[in-house]
Structures are given as structure tokens and as C-alpha cells.
């Protein structure tokens, strides 16, 4: 059927001109009906996302370059300056990344961060630096404190005017100033801020005029010095453990200790959040420096997200004989008083033994550029055969940095209590960041907060029963050590006031 001028052609049937006028209604009604279900469907399916682009951190001062969907670029970046961090094959943290829209999520450790997407690589991040400006001492300084003014969270916490410390630490820089002079600097701009975690890493060259300034500088000690003795953590811990085991069961680590405190309560000792992974350390590097040298020199040529696995395998494999062998206790001591950190993937890992599902445990969020990012909720996975009777931690003033994660977890999980007294207060997560001459320096730029949003950085996790430890390092370490029977007894004691 066909419609021209009004009239419908048809070889037999005659139609009026209105109802060839209805014929074109009903024609146009379904032809739009179709492009309107068109239009949905199309608006049903997803955008052609890439995490192809450029891509900027939220808090955190780093951008991204993901280019062909093979390799990425990571930068430090400042408002002076934009360094290469990292350049691989995009395979290596392809598993940790996670897109949604224009945002990406990154996870490295136990933090997801956050970027966005950005039109392009600022145009810092073009040249490459020459090698006179990478050594210019004040270029150095300024890329440090353009760092330290956007990242560092506690200004207000330590009480610090940035600009007028800027200033006076600046002016102390001249053009006689020497690599070393740049270095005492830095550390002593990053002690005036009272920066629990942070540090400052140099090259062989600074070390060795830092030595022959020392060297040239000495003069004969005549002040009396003590003779009490001096303990290392993992020494003081070995004390305490051998002294409180009635049973010992510890298989294969030296960084976990466990076994029978009494007949009815287990005792896990932890040393310390990291050297668990099983690194390809050179034997003649070993013999060189030393294990735990050898063993950073060995990670930091790592993707840091492999190298945090590696943590974690390796805690895992020993927290499977541990709690195979603790299960049947009425109760379990974790006793972190001697542990100076490492990574809170461990100290998660270790926890998630003692949550039978998922639950949120803590919360950080990033100070940068006056402001703070989202606060991000941190969880730990539970475990399907958890232990959930009484569990108590035994915490003190040494107890710092990722054993502080694991500390301030366990405020959210009800049958485990705190025994000893606050832990360090060294909260923050380090922000690791290179300067334009090499060397690498960390600043603390994050908030890291319990379940009701309240922080301890300075003045430490609270614990449940005080046992009024001394703060002073090697005074706590001689009480523990010169009384480890009694030291015993006080922790039996609380455990019973709690139970």
C-alpha cells in the first residue's frame, strides 16, 4: 500500500484521504516508539572505559601515565617539580587497580587511593632535569619543602608555623654550602616538626663527608657514661619469651614466637610487621651489610605492591601453625610490646584470624593542599574457622607504627582487650618521596582513625588495663628484662581482673 497526494493506490480498493492521514499517524508514532527504545538501549550499554590516560592522586602528590594499556609511569610531583618514580610493565599492578568512571582505585597494602583523571602530564613531568639543577642544594630544599607544606599532616597537631620554620631553615643555606650541609638540614627540619615517621635516606657520597665531618670534629669524651646495660627489641622479646613459655611450639620463625603460657593460655609473640618475605637476597650482599640491610636493598628494587604480598604469604604460612596449634586454648596472650612495626598488611593478616567475617576496623584520610581527602574505611577479612574467644594484646611504648595498626584494629573487635600501657603514637602512614639529587625522604600525611573517628597520633592507642610502663626505651626494656617473673605475674594478674 502506498499513500501519493491524499489518495491510496491499490489495485482494487479505493481508501479515503483520512484514513491515509491516520496510515502516516500510526507510521510516525512507531517509528519514534523505535527511536526512543533505541535510545535507551543504547544508553544501557557501558562506555568503552580504558584506564589509558593520565591520572592524578588524590592526597598524595603522585600522577600516573598508563599509555597502550603495557607499561605506566609514576611520578612525584610538587608545585616545582615532577620526578620519575616508577616506570614498568603495566602487569605489575594491573590486579590493584580498579576503574569507575574518571576515578581509580589503587591499592597498595591496606590502603586504596584514589586518583582522577586528568587531560594531560603537567609539563614538569616533560624534561628531564639536568644533572646541575638534580645537584642544586637549594632546588633540593625547596622541592623538600614544597613536599612538607602540601603533604604533612600535623601542623596544627605539633603546634608548627610552616612558613617562619621555611624561612629560617632556608636562610641557613649559602652558596658554600655543601652536600652534607643540605642533609643536616633536612633532618633537623624534620625533627623540629616532630614528624613521628619520618626519614631522610642519603647517598654513599653524603655518608662518607658526613663520617670525616664527624671524624674531624671529635674531641675527647670525658663525661661519665653508665654501664647499665643496653637491649635491642628482638633481644629484650627472646628474654621474655623463653621466660614465659610453659610450652613451646614455635616451628620454623624467628619472628613469631608461640606455645602454652599456661595450660589453658597461649602466647604468640610478635617481633615485628615485615622481614617475612622470602626475597632473593644475594649471600655476598648479606656478608656485606648485613641481613636486614641486604633484605631493604632487595625490596626497594621491587614493585612495592609484589613486595607487600611476599609480606603477607609469608605471615600467613606461620599464622596457619600457629592457630592450628593454639585453637584448643581458652584463651590467647599476642604480646607486640617489643614490635617497631613493618606493614599493616601483616598486622590485618594476623587479625584476620580473630574475625569469623569482614568487619570495618579503622579509617584514614589524606591531608594535601589544605584540605583532606574522603575518609576511607580500612577492613580486615575474617577467616572461616576464626578464633573468637578471649584474646588479649599486650602493647607498650615501643609498640609503634604497624603494630599500632594492629593495636588500634583491635578496638573494634569485642573479645579482644588491651594489657601494658600506650602504644608509641607513631600512627601515620610514611609518604615516600625522592628528591631531584636521589635521595629519598618520607613525611607523615595521613590521619589514621578508629571506628568513632578519633586519632592518636603523639599520645597512642589506650589500653584496657594499665600497667604503667616507663616511655623511655631502655628503661622499659631493663624493667621487662631485670623482672621477667614478675613482669609475668602482672600480665596473669590483668588477664584475670578482665576476664
Known sequence: MSCVNGAVLHSSVQFHPNQCKMEYMRLYLTLGLMALLWSACQREVPKNETINGVWTSVGSGWIMDIQDSTRYAFYDLTSISCLPNREAGLDEILADLELHGDTLSFLK????YKFIRTAALPELCGPTINTEKSKDLLYNFE????????????????????DALYREQKAKLSTNSTPADLYL?????????NDNHAYLEGDADVYAALEQQ???GVEE????????????????????????????LTKSSWLMRWGRLTDSIGYIQVKSMWLYAKLDIPQPLIEEVGYVDAYVQTFHQMYEGAYIEQEVAGAATIMDSVMQDLSGMSAIVIDVRFNGGGQDAISFEILSRFLAERQRVASQKLWYDGQFSPTLSLFIDGSPEAYTRPVYVLTSPQTGSAAEAFSIATMAIPHIRRIGSATSGAMSTALEKTLPNG?????????????????????????????????DRQSFFRQIANNLEADKQQVLSAIKALE
Open 221 to 248: 669524651d670525658t663525661e661519665a657514661v653508665d654501664d647499665l646495660p643496653e637491649y635491642g627489641d628482638f633481644q629484650v622479646a627472646d628474654l621474655v619469651s623463653e621466660h614465659y613459655f610453659k610450652e613451646e
Open 143 to 162: 622541592v623538600f619543602a614544597e613536599t612538607v607544606k602540601a603533604n604533612y599532616a600535623f601542623m596544627q597537631l605539633n603546634k608548627i608555623d610552616w
Open 439 to 471: 635521595w629519598t625522604f618520607s613525611i607523615s600525611n595521613e590521619i589514621y582513625m578508629d571506628n568513632q573517628g578519633r586519632q592518636y597520633e603523639n599520645v597512642g592507642v589506650p589500653v584496657d588495663f594499665e600497667l604503667n610502663y616507663p616511655r
Open 109 to 112: 597494602g591496606v590502603i586504596t
Open 214 to 216: 664527624q671524624a674531624d
Open 185 to 193: 638540614l633536612i633532618e633537623e627540619t624534620l625533627e623540629k616538626l
